[in-house]
């Protein structure tokens, strides 16, 4: 079960994380404006914290672990926890996006 716990959460963080990356190389290269950057990136934390609680929601079904009230409540704390960590992607990739400077 903590497997279940630290997979879903790691693969949460590693998305949200690239996607950052990949935007903030948009906004150096400057075919991005920073007001547009930070309303995609939260669009795709949301679309990206969805998803993959769905995916390990249905994960936690195919495993069985609905079937017991113990995990199916340590599933959805699991479930909480990658929402969690994808909205403190989303607050640590709108405070550290940055534009270039211009001379």
């Given at each position: 079960m903590?497997?279940y716990?630290l997979?879903?959460?790691l693969?949460?963080?590693?998305?949200?994380?690239s996607?950052?990356?990949?935007?903030?190389?948009l906004?150096?290269?400057?075919?991005?404006f920073?007001?547009?950057?930070?309303?995609?990136f939260?669009?795709?934390c949301?679309?990206?914290?969805?998803?993959?609680?769905?995916?390990?929601?249905?994960?936690?079904q195919?495993?069985?672990?609905?079937e017991?009230?113990?995990?199916?409540?340590?599933?959805g704390l699991?479930?909480?926890?990658?929402v969690m960590?994808?909205l403190?992607?989303l607050?640590?990739?709108?405070?550290?996006?940055r534009?270039?400077?211009k001379?």
């Amino acid at each position: 079960m903590a497997v279940y716990f630290l997979t879903g959460s790691l693969i949460t963080l590693v998305m949200c994380g690239s996607i950052r990356w990949w935007i903030q190389s948009l906004l150096s290269r400057e075919q991005l404006f920073l007001d547009d950057a930070k309303g995609y990136f939260l669009i795709a934390c949301i679309v990206v914290g969805f998803l993959v609680s769905a995916g390990f929601f249905w994960a936690g079904q195919v495993l069985g672990y609905s079937e017991s009230p113990e995990t199916s409540q340590a599933m959805g704390l699991a479930i909480l926890l990658d929402v969690m960590v994808a909205l403190l992607s989303l607050i640590w990739g709108l405070v550290s996006l940055r534009e270039p400077e211009k001379y």
